[in-house]
């Protein structure tokens, strides 16, 4: 069955510093893996996405994430954040060869940036 | 225009009545979603149909039916009302179809519809 975990229910950071988001994830076969973000009072919002390829995924308003196999995790990451940033973020994950499978949510993270 | 529109936005209704939320979509795509938001839970989902004769169950579909009206349109019925289906619903769609590199099962949500049951 496929799973997606997000331990930390809120991660609070400084504007200008680094920020990550934590998720590891449990599929049968090969993931794929996305982020999105909700601010208050709007639907969810596409981040980016990982299908295959090179580990490191570049997506929208200057976010990454970095795929490991090995730990089976897809941690979100910006260098810089920005108050802007704050709203909260979702990580999902689907069985790649699984035609019948739906994304699965974690149960979300809330990020706080301070000015 | 919004790509995915859920209607109404938001409704206050008592417990006992027949609620319907309406989605629709101008995406051109095949498949389908409803998902329900509660606070520390995620997004569960409710139902899901990958075209208009295919309809499936979600993890909890209890209280709730769907109708796949036409390839754009999917609504969400609650028969009875009762207080804990109080919730933000999302409606999604995602391309379907074809091979499964076309089909990554990326979502397009609409801006979801705040429902409370008294």
């Known amino acids: 069955a496929q799973s997606v975990a997000q331990p930390e229910d809120q991660v609070n950071v400084a504007e200008g510093n680094p920020l990550t988001v934590k998720c590891t994830y449990s599929?049968?076969?090969?993931?794929?893996l996305f982020w999105y973000v909700q601010y208050p009072n709007r639907g969810l919002q596409f981040l980016l996405k990982?299908?295959?390829?090179?580990?490191l995924v570049k997506g929208s308003y200057g976010f990454e994430a970095e795929f490991n196999k090995s730990q089976t995790s897809f941690h979100l990451k910006k260098p810089s954040a920005l108050v802007s940033d704050s709203a909260l973020y979702f990580c999902?994950?689907?069985?790649?060869?699984?035609?019948?499978?739906?994304?699965?949510f974690g149960q979300g993270t809330e990020l706080s940036v301070k000015p | 225009d919004a790509d995915v529109t859920q209607t109404p936005r938001n409704r206050i209704t008592k417990t006992g009545k027949r609620i319907m939320l309406e989605c629709s979509q101008t995406?051109?795509?095949?498949?389908m979603y409803w998902y329900r938001q509660d606070p520390g839970l995620g997004l569960r989902l409710i139902y899901y149909s990958f075209d208009v004769k295919d309809i499936n169950k979600g993890e909890i579909s209890d209280g709730y039916s769907v109708s796949r009206q036409a390839q754009a349109k999917f609504s969400l019925s609650l028969e009875s009302a009762i207080p804990n289906q109080t919730a933000l619903y999302f409606c999604?769609?995602?391309?379907?179809?074809?091979?499964?590199?076309?089909?990554?099962?990326?979502?397009?949500f609409g801006e979801g519809s705040r429902l409370t049951v008294l």
């Open positions: 599929v049968s076969g090969n993931p794929y």
């Open positions: 999604a769609t995602s391309v379907g179809g074809g091979s499964q590199m076309t089909d990554t099962g990326e979502l397009f």
């Open positions: 990982y299908i295959t390829g090179d580990n």
């Open positions: 995406k051109g795509h095949d498949r």
């Open positions: 999902a994950v689907r069985d790649a060869y699984n035609q019948g499978g739906k994304l699965i």
